[in-house]
T-cell receptor, first 110, second 115 residues
Framework: SQKIEQNSEALNIQEGKTATLTCNYTNYSPAYLQWYRQDPGRGPVFLLLIRENEKEKRKERLKVTFDTTLKQSLFHITASQPADSATYLCALYNTDKLIFGTGTRLQVFP | NAGVMQNPRHLVRRRGQEARLRCSPMKGHSHVYWYRQLPEEGLKFMVYLQKENIIDESGMPKERFSAEFPKEGPSILRIQQVVRGDSAAYFC?????????????FGPGTRLTVT
């Protein structure tokens, strides 16, 4: 069956460190993968998109990698700040819609 | 440029009543998606619409749920005869096209509580 898995346990890290979140998928062959941020009580906000022929994408303190052999994407936040605390969702494009993972909650403490 | 708007933000219905959720996409966007999110769960796709057409409703329950996106006015997600299990946050998203690399812009959601 098709699955998108993100670490369901919360990730707690200290301010200034790099946070790394994982997204694994099975039985998909996505042309691209997206990452979103969701704060409590709010809708998701788009962060980054990476295509299957791209190994890495960067935007300010964010970095995403995409390994289609391992069927995995890694999402990094460098020099993390308490304001980065949120739930981060990965999403795959399948046919005509996005399929979301369950998200990983990140908590950055001072 | 206003973002995706949803109303109401909170909706309380008794079992058996109807719930109507509205979504106005971003200006210039003709593609609308509805998602449901249960507590501690991810977003689940429900339906994808373009103006006056349902493109993909594979994620929507066959009974009691319907969606439309008329030529004029907002997209409507309608839930008839609500049950407690319908309590969730319902998010609408819009995008400008069908291209695979289009990000989706989400509204703030409608939180439905069925009592």
């Amino acid at each position: 069956s098709q699955k998108i898995e993100q670490n369901s346990e919360a990730l707690n890290i200290q301010e200034g460190k790099t946070a790394t979140l994982t997204c694994n998928y099975t039985n998909y062959s996505p042309a691209y993968l997206q990452w979103y941020r969701q704060d409590p009580g709010r809708g998701p906000v788009f962060l980054l998109l990476i295509r299957e022929n791209e190994k890495e994408k960067r935007k300010e303190r964010l970095k995403v990698t995409f390994d289609t052999t391992l069927k995995q994407s890694l999402f990094h936040i460098t020099a993390s700040q308490p304001a980065d605390s949120a739930t981060y969702l990965c999403a795959l494009y399948n046919t005509d819609k996005l399929i979301f993972g369950t998200g990983t909650r990140l908590q950055v403490f001072p | 440029n206003a973002g995706v708007m949803q109303n109401p933000r909170h909706l309380v219905r008794r079992r058996g009543q109807e719930a109507r959720l509205r979504c106005s996409p971003m200006k210039g966007h003709s593609h609308v998606y509805w998602y449901r999110q249960l507590p501690e769960e991810g977003l689940k796709f429900m339906v994808y619409l373009q103006k006056e057409n349902i493109i993909d409703e594979s994620g929507m329950p066959k009974e009691r749920f319907s969606a439309e996106f008329p030529k004029e006015g907002p997209s409507i997600l309608r839930i008839q005869q609500v049950v407690r299990g319908d309590s969730a946050a319902y998010f609408c998203a819009s995008s400008p096209g069908t291209g695979e690399d289009h990000e989706q812009y989400f509204g703030p959601g409608t939180r439905l509580t069925v009592t």
